[in-house]
């Protein structure tokens, strides 16, 4: 067996479902998705916003022992922030832990909810001129919550996709540095889809670490050319290259259940940024498979203060690795997302494998997400027949508005055309 074809793939951003107050643990214990993500590779997932109900839910499951691989979860910095300061650790507990806070500043590039600094160009639903989405959260709020990890030694991952909501993120760390400090405290940029290179370069100066998501060029690439940012702004989604360029580590996830959880296609849209329809968006931003491959495990194995035992496979480390159907390095880059998860093996015991039968199949396309896509795209059709409009005045109105935003998407994205919109 080729070295190579056995990598320590510990750490990538992911969203498990978000489980409710009335929440049945023994239903929650056998729909927990870590078997899911065990079977594509991972020996680590993250819980990207939580509530301290679900996150008590969670630790439930993990004392049950519901738990093959490592959860790391981040709880919602405008809730309970006492739960957060009580609860946040650096170490696990029957495979969980409470990592720190969570903040969400705006919405999705591709369902025109990301708050821009410029208007959105060619928007598929009903907008008004010159509309550049919008905030989830006032200034006010954003400027007190990132001030408040900083204050009480909180790790901070923030959800931002638009220019206009990164612009209010950076501002609000430097406030919050110029308050307390600069000391390193590997806070998260998450998503960053829409990033000048000059917010690029203030991050790094910031010390915030991006957590990209190149994988949005295959799924959304073409939608973005076409209608949210245009074919020049499109060319720099997720800009890989920006964030090389300054020397600084980065991030590559799927943001479950947003994109399927496919490693080998996150792997293969950081290497290739190519699209559905075959346009590569952003040649620029390609990077080598190396360091896509670092992306996926010892970086963010480094975002989550878990270095020195995760993210690769050397002495001293937990056997934590997967074992792939052929080495990544040595095939043609455009089959990389061809590649098979054989085996996952989590602290030296093995957590996933692949039969033959399924091995034969796994590389083809998932018919479970088409008919998720075509399911959302007809209650899309079904709600915008009763929808009047755009409400912008509340937050409950931003997230009914969020969710609108995504089913207008789907129902376009499946009608778009043959070649973009269906696997």
Same mark, same amino acid.
């Given at each position: 067996?080729?070295?190579?074809?056995?990598?320590?793939?510990?750490?990538?951003?992911?969203? /498990?479902?978000?489980?409710? *107050?009335? /929440?049945?643990?023994?239903?929650?214990?056998?729909?927990?998705?870590?078997? &899911?993500?065990?079977?594509?590779?991972?020996?680590?997932?993250?819980?990207?916003?939580?509530?301290?109900?679900a996150a008590e839910i969670l630790r439930e499951v993990a004392r049950d022992g519901g738990l093959p691989i490592?959860?790391?979860?981040?709880?919602?910095?405008? =809730? !309970?922030?006492?739960?957060?300061?009580?609860? *946040?650790?650096?170490?696990?507990?029957?495979?969980?832990?409470?990592?720190?806070?969570? &903040?969400?500043?705006?919405?999705?590039?591709?369902?025109?909810?990301?708050?821009?600094?410029?208007?959105?160009?060619?928007?598929?639903?009903?907008?008004?001129?010159?509309?550049?989405?919008?905030?989830?959260?006032?200034?006010?709020?954003?400027?007190?919550?990132? !001030?408040?990890?900083?204050?009480?030694?909180?790790? &901070? #991952?923030?959800?931002?996709?638009?220019? *206009?909501?990164?612009?209010?993120?950076?501002?609000?760390?430097a406030a919050a540095q110029e308050a307390h400090g600069a000391a390193s405290r590997r806070d998260v940029l998450?998503?960053?889809?829409?990033?000048?290179?000059?917010?690029?370069?203030?991050?790094?100066?910031?010390?915030?670490?991006?957590?990209?998501?190149?994988?949005?060029?295959?799924?959304?690439?073409?939608?973005?050319?076409?209608?949210?940012?245009?074919?020049?702004?499109?060319?720099?989604?997720?800009?890989?290259?920006?964030?090389?360029?300054?020397?600084?580590?980065?991030?590559?996830?799927?943001?479950?259940?947003?994109?399927?959880?496919?490693?080998?296609?996150? #792997?293969?849209?950081?290497?290739?940024?190519?699209?559905?329809?075959?346009?590569?968006?952003?040649?620029?931003?390609?990077?080598?498979?190396?360091?896509?491959?670092?992306?996926?495990?010892?970086?963010?194995?480094?975002?989550?203060?878990?270095?020195?035992?995760?993210?690769?496979?050397? /002495?001293?480390?937990? =056997?934590?690795?997967?074992?792939?159907?052929?080495?990544?390095?040595?095939?043609?880059?455009?089959?990389?997302?061809?590649?098979?998860?054989?085996?996952?093996i989590k602290e030296g015991a093995s957590v996933f494998a692949l039969d033959g039968d399924v091995a034969a199949? =796994?590389?083809?396309?998932?018919?479970?997400?088409?008919?998720?896509?075509?399911? #959302?795209?007809?209650?899309?059709?079904?709600?915008?027949?009763?929808?009047?409009?755009?409400?912008?005045?509340?937050?409950?109105?931003?997230?009914?508005?969020?969710?609108?935003?995504?089913?207008?998407?789907?129902? *376009?994205? #499946?009608?778009?055309?043959?070649?973009? /919109?269906?696997?």
């Amino acid at each position: 067996m080729s070295y190579a074809r056995v990598l320590a793939l510990s750490a990538t951003l992911v969203t /498990a479902p978000a489980l409710g *107050a009335t /929440a049945d643990l023994d239903t929650v214990s056998k729909n927990v998705p870590s078997a &899911l993500w065990a079977g594509h590779g991972y020996t680590m997932a993250q819980e990207g916003r939580t509530s301290p109900v679900a996150a008590e839910i969670l630790r439930e499951v993990a004392r049950d022992g519901g738990l093959p691989i490592d959860v790391v979860a981040y709880s919602d910095v405008l =809730a !309970d922030r006492s739960y957060i300061i009580d609860n *946040a650790a650096r170490t696990y507990q029957n495979r969980y832990r409470l990592g720190g806070a969570k &903040l969400t500043i705006d919405g999705s590039p591709q369902g025109f909810t990301a708050w821009r600094d410029r208007p959105y160009y060619d928007p598929v639903g009903e907008y008004p001129p010159g509309y550049v989405g919008y905030p989830a959260v006032t200034n006010e709020r954003v400027l007190e919550a990132v !001030d408040w990890p900083y204050e009480n030694d909180i790790q &901070l #991952l923030t959800h931002s996709n638009g220019e *206009a909501a990164s612009d209010l993120l950076i501002a609000a760390h430097a406030a919050a540095q110029e308050a307390h400090g600069a000391a390193s405290r590997r806070d998260v940029l998450v998503h960053g889809q829409f990033l000048r290179e000059d917010q690029v370069a203030a991050f790094d100066q910031l010390g915030i670490f991006p957590s990209l998501f190149p994988m949005h060029t295959f799924y959304w690439g073409d939608w973005h050319r076409d209608h949210t940012v245009g074919p020049v702004n499109a060319e720099n989604i997720s800009p890989t290259g920006w964030v090389l360029a300054h020397g600084m580590r980065f991030g590559s996830h799927h943001d479950a259940p947003v994109a399927f959880p496919d490693s080998m296609r996150i #792997l293969d849209a950081t290497v290739t940024r190519r699209s559905r329809s075959g346009d590569i968006i952003g040649p620029a931003h390609r990077v080598d498979v190396i360091t896509a491959l670092k992306a996926m495990t010892l970086w963010p194995a480094w975002q989550h203060y878990e270095e020195h035992w995760k993210g690769s496979i050397e /002495a001293g480390k937990l =056997a934590d690795f997967v074992i792939l159907s052929a080495d990544p390095t040595a095939v043609d880059p455009e089959t990389l997302d061809q590649l098979k998860v054989l085996e996952t093996i989590k602290e030296g015991a093995s957590v996933f494998a692949l039969d033959g039968d399924v091995a034969a199949t =796994a590389g083809a396309a998932n018919p479970a997400l088409t008919r998720m896509l075509q399911a #959302l795209g007809t209650h899309g059709a079904q709600s915008n027949s009763a929808h009047d409009g755009h409400g912008h005045g509340t937050h409950a109105a931003t997230a009914t508005c969020m969710s609108d935003g995504i089913l207008n998407l789907t129902t *376009a994205m #499946l009608g778009e055309r043959p070649g973009t /919109a269906k696997e």
